[in-house]
Nanobody, 119 residues
Framework: QEQLVESGGGSVQAGGSLRLSCVASGSPYCMAWFRQAPGKERDGVATIGRDGTTMYAESVKGRFTISKDNAKNTLYLQMTSLKPEDSGMHYC????????????????WGQGTQVTVSS
């Protein structure tokens, strides 16, 4: 299976910024970021297709930017204006089909990197 390794998590104050990275073993057709707070469902944050087309959850639109470095098979999530509700384990995800913007179709997952935003 595809291997995904996240990094870049940490603790920041509200209003701060953080950049997450995910290195993929291959070159997935679609990649995405998800997050999960304790006791809550894992929710999609953003997706990006092989052609660079992006989609964002309404809760992060205008604050987060998803991007890729195809040469390095690396996915990024630049997070700005962070809020306490952005806290949670953040996961990199990938799949090899189309319809990259549909969160529930993602198949492969990393182990996550923790993001904590304090007030």
């Amino acid at each position: 299976q595809e291997q995904l390794v996240e990094s870049g998590g940490g603790s920041v104050q509200a209003g701060g910024s953080l950049r997450l990275s995910c290195v993929a073993s291959g070159s997935p057709y679609c990649m995405a970021w998800f997050r999960q707070a304790p006791g809550k469902e894992r929710d999609g944050v953003a997706t990006i297709g092989r052609d660079g087309t992006t989609m964002y959850a309404e809760s992060v639109k205008g604050r987060f930017t998803i991007s890729k470095d195809n040469a390095k098979n690396t996915l990024y999530l630049q997070m700005t204006s962070l809020k306490p509700e952005d806290s949670g384990m953040h996961y990199c995800a990938a799949r090899f089909g189309g319809a990259c913007s549909i969160f529930h179709l993602y198949k492969y997952w990393g182990q996550g990197t923790q993001v904590t935003v304090s007030s």
